[in-house]
């Protein structure tokens, strides 16, 4: 769900092959350390308020994004509005995504979300009028058989935290398809900056409307600095600038592919750390989906070659 910059020029120093493979190895570690964020968010939110953790969480990675204040002289009004509404979109998925998490699993909501890449080509057909072909038609019914088994996976079978996951991916969908327009006519880095601003506020006033208390915050405790420290600055803010210089050279199929595997990791590390074990039918209906991703961001490379 992050935000394409466009071309650079090239770093003389490197030749593009090393380049490139630098780049690779940035996406993959975005993809990981997105993948972390499933666990750890569900561990804190078991003490933590949903709307304080989102607001202090986004409040330390945009002190990652101070440097970029130097362009604040090419602020307007359309890089204000236009980040505003892709900063409601995004507190609607990363808020839906977080509420969720108390409910379900790391690894099924990895999952769940990862149904954004399947849903984005249908936007864009809404939205933009672009065309797609009949697999896509294939990947989202795979996937909608996919999802049906992990909702029914488990002893819980069908929870709330399932279905505010998908409105999650829903939403991370609406946000992808409205910055790749936006980002071609704004400033991207001050873009960011009312995006993140924006996502604040929303999670500061959720917070105050909903009564949050904060008496059982364990504020002076090093290990929630460190936590929070984490996923501000090194999973908001370093994954931000990690995959905004990589896509300068990977195109947005490969890129595509490679995040693909985040339910992977969110799975892998639910069960490191978690002890989440998905059932047989959990299992299945997770390799449906991941199925379902692959056939989508292969369609999409078919377009678009290196």
Known sequence: MEINQGKVSKNGSFSEEKIKIIAYILLILTTILWGTTFIITKTVIETVPVFFYLTLRFSIALIGFLPFCIFIKKINKKIILMGFISGLLYFA???TQ???????????GGFITGLNTIIVPFLGGIFFKETFKKRVWVAAFIAVIGMGF???EGEAGIIIGDFLVLICAVFCALFIVYNDKAVKVVNVYLFSII???????CCFIFSFLLGESYNNIPFVSVGFWAIMIYMGLIVTTFTFIFQNWSQQHVNSANTAIIFALEPVFAALFGFLFGNEILSPLGIL???LILIA???TVFKQKNNNVD
């Open 93 to 95: 998925a990363i808020a």
């Open 293 to 295: 991703i692959f056939i």
């Open 98 to 108: 977080t509420l969720g998490l108390k409910t379900t699993t790391a690894g099924k």
């Open 195 to 201: 995006q993140i601003i924006t996502i604040i506020l």
């Open 285 to 287: 209906g997770s390799i």
């Open 150 to 152: 992990l909702f029914l």
